[in-house]
Each structure stands twice: as C-alpha cells, then as structure tokens.
C-alpha cells in the first residue's frame, strides 16, 4: 500500500481528455516535495513524462500536463492516442518514511 | 547517446548475495546522483537507493536497509548495487536511474533509465 495513492485503472476514447490523480499527504505532496510523473510502456522501462509538478521534458508532447494542489497532483492528457496506453507512476519524497515513494500506478487503456 | 546498461542478475538462493551494476555513458557521470529501482512482477515500482554525485551520500528503502549497499566508482563510469541476505521478495526487475533536479535531492527526479536486470531469489 503505497502513501501516495493512484487510481488502478483509466481509460478513454482516442481524441478525449484523461485525468490521473494522486494523492497523497502532508508527509508529502503536501510539505511541498515536488511529484514528478513516469509512463511505463508495456515490457519497457518507465520514461519521465513530468517533473517538479508541471514541466516536461523536451520530446513530451504538449499533450501530457501536471498540477499540483494542496495533497494531491494530477496527470491530464488531452487527444488521447492509442500510443499513450500504458501505466503512469507519480513520485515524491516521503519525510515520514524518509525516501522517495511511488504511487501505485495507473493503467490507462485507450478504448 | 545517454545510455544506463544493468547486469549482474540472475537466478539466487535465499540468504545469498547479488552485486548488481551499471554502465553508463553518454553524459558525465560523476556529476550526477543515480537510484535503483525495482519492480517485482505484475507490480508497481519501488525505490531502493540513492547516491549523491561524489558517492559522500546514500539512503535506503527500510525494505532494504541493512541488507543492502549502493556504491560508484566515477573513474569507471559504473553504479553497483550489493544486494546480501536476499529474500524471494526482493524477486524484481532492478533499474538504475540518472538522478536531475536542482536545490534538494529530496526533489530529484530520474530523467534517464537503464533496460533493467531480472533477479530471482529462488530455492
């Protein structure tokens, strides 16, 4: 059971929008640590999608966006594609566990 | 190209030892902090370890600690991991990560992964 808690499962039809909250608490997301954002393609290594709460990475389309607010942050992604089916991990710092944690994942299917 | 390449898993009794490594090239690797990472199969991923640029610091996951030491050698472009006392849950793909971020390391995130290395603690 991870401290920051993520979604199981998403899904959407290409060309819609998809939210991915995490939350977390104020051990965390909520101290302040940043929460940064990584896909996992199936059979592959995750590849960072964001970072320090809203940037992307140059090659990140402009299609995956983050937010923070308060506990929580959120992974959005606009005009879905078929591509984007993976899973999404959100990470930050844990004070009270002193480390870094990850939320459990999230399974975005694309319908 | 900025490459991370693990090696050294495989198949171990519980109670043995693994030293994991890994490669990198590509970028200068003595000016970066790096972390292992792993993933038992079917689950998510979870942080093992950290160490700062120099190699001055390092932290654990408490799943971990005790049994487990994160070592560099900038000279040699190289990241270890010296797993002990291994336990079938320790079971996972380990990936290394170059570690990027300014300020904290509390606010490093991994911008590069290696392919990983599958360890299986078996009897």
């Known amino acids: 059971q991870s401290v920051l808690t993520q979604p199981p499962s998403v899904s959407g039809a290409p060309g819609q929008r998809v939210t991915i909250s995490c939350t977390g608490s104020?051990?965390?997301?909520?101290?302040?640590?940043?929460v940064n954002w990584y896909q996992q393609l199936p059979g592959t290594a995750p590849k960072v999608l964001i970072y320090?709460?809203?940037n992307r990475p140059s090659g990140v389309p402009d299609r995956f966006s983050g937010s923070k607010s308060g506990t929580s942050a959120s992974l959005a992604i606009t005009g879905l594609q078929a591509e984007d089916e993976a899973d999404y991990y959100c990470q930050s710092y844990d004070s009270s566990l002193s480390g870094w944690v990850f939320g459990g994942g999230t399974k975005l299917t694309v319908l | 190209e900025v490459q991370l390449l693990e090696s050294g898993g495989g198949l171990v009794q519980p109670g043995g030892s693994l030293r994991l490594s890994c490669a990198a090239s590509?970028?200068?690797?003595?000016?970066?902090?790096m972390t292992w990472v792993r993933q038992a199969p079917g689950k998510g991923l979870e942080w093992v370890s950290i160490i700062t640029y120099s190699g001055a610091d390092t932290d654990y996951a408490d799943s971990v600690k005790g049994r487990v030491t994160i070592s560099r050698v900038n000279s040699e472009n190289t990241l270890y991991l010296q797993m002990d006392s291994l336990r079938a849950e320790d079971t996972a793909v380990y990936y290394c990560?170059?570690?990027?971020?300014?300020?904290?390391?509390?606010?490093?995130?991994?911008?590069?992964w290696g392919k990983g290395t599958t360890v299986t603690v078996s009897s």
């Open positions: 320090g709460n809203t």
């Open positions: 590509g970028f200068t690797f003595g000016s970066y902090g």
């Open positions: 104020s051990f965390n997301i909520g101290a302040g640590y940043d």
């Open positions: 990560a170059k570690n990027r971020g300014s300020g904290s390391w509390y606010n490093y995130y991994m911008d590069v």
